[in-house]
C-alpha cells in the first residue's frame, strides 16, 4: 500500500537553511504536500507541487521532487524560531478512485536562537 | 481568510460513552473529511463526503464510527462506544472540489481523551 516516510527530528539554527526530507512509495502519486503544524494548531498548507514538476519556490520555501527515487524535500531559507513546528509530507493520486491524502510521520523541526 | 471550525477543543469522556465531534466546513467547500492523530502517529485518513454520502471510508471507519451533515452547515462525527484506543487529535477538512491541486483546509482539531 502507499506510504510516506519522513525523519523524526532536525535541529537547525537560526538563520541556517533547514532541509526536511520524504519519501513515498506510489507512484502514481500527482500532488504532494507539505503541511505544518505548530503546537495545539490544525493542519496549515504550506506549499504543495504537481508531479510533473521537479522544482517549486515560494518566499523562503523551496520544494524539489525527484519522481526517479521517490524523494520530496522541503527547503527553508533563512529559518526562523517561528519556523519550529512539525512538518508533514503528504500525498495524494490525483484523478485516481481515491481522493485521500497520505501523511507521512512528520518532522519536528527545532530552531536554537 | 476562510476557516473550518471545530468543537469542542478537548472533550473527556469516559469508555463506552458516545461523543460527537463538530466541525463547521468553509461554506463554499463540497467536500468534507475527517482524519485522525493517535499521539505520535501518522495522521490517518478516515472517511470522506460528498452529496449527502460518503464516498470514501479508511478500514478504521467501522460501524462504530457515522458522519452525517445535518443543517447543511455542520458536519459531525460520531463515535459510539468509545474506546481507549479512540483517544486522538480528530480534524476536520473541506475542499472547494475533488480535483485542485492545493490540498484540503483542516480545522484546529479535537483532542478527544478517553479515560
Known amino acids: 500500500g502507499e506510504d510516506v516516510e519522513q525523519s523524526l527530528f532536525l535541529s537547525v539554527r537560526e538563520g541556517d537553511s533547514s532541509v526536511i526530507n520524504c519519501t513515498y512509495t506510489?507512484?502514481?502519486?500527482?500532488?504532494l504536500y507539505w503541511y505544518k503544524q505548530e503546537p495545539g494548531a490544525g493542519l496549515q498548507l504550506l506549499t504543495y507541487?504537481?508531479?510533473?514538476?521537479d522544482m517549486k519556490q515560494d518566499q523562503r520555501l523551496t520544494v524539489l521532487l525527484n519522481k526517479k527515487d521517490k524523494h520530496l524535500s522541503l527547503r527553508i531559507a533563512d529559518t526562523q524560531t517561528g519556523d519550529s513546528a512539525i512538518y508533514f509530507c503528504a500525498e495524494r493520486n490525483y484523478g485516481g478512485a481515491t481522493n485521500k491524502l497520505i501523511f507521512g510521520t512528520g518532522t519536528l523541526l527545532a530552531v536554537q536562537p | 481568510e476562510p476557516e473550518v471550525t471545530q468543537t469542542p477543543s478537548h472533550q473527556v469522556t469516559q469508555m463506552g460513552q458516545e461523543v460527537i465531534l463538530r466541525c463547521v466546513p468553509i461554506s463554499n467547500h463540497l467536500y468534507f473529511y475527517w482524519y485522525r492523530q493517535i499521539l505520535g502517529q501518522k495522521v490517518e485518513f478516515l472517511v470522506s463526503?460528498?452529496?449527502?454520502?460518503?464516498?470514501?471510508k479508511s478500514e478504521i471507519f467501522d460501524d462504530q464510527f457515522s458522519v452525517e451533515r445535518p443543517d447543511g452547515s455542520n458536519f459531525t462525527l460520531k463515535i459510539r462506544s468509545t474506546k481507549l484506543e479512540d483517544s486522538a487529535m480528530y480534524f476536520c477538512a473541506s475542499s472547494e472540489r475533488r480535483d485542485r491541486g492545493y490540498g484540503y483546509t483542516f480545522g484546529s482539531g479535537t483532542r478527544l481523551t478517553v479515560v
Open positions: 463526503f460528498y452529496n449527502n454520502e460518503i464516498s470514501e
Open positions: 507541487i504537481f508531479s510533473n514538476m
Open positions: 506510489d507512484s502514481s502519486s500527482t500532488y
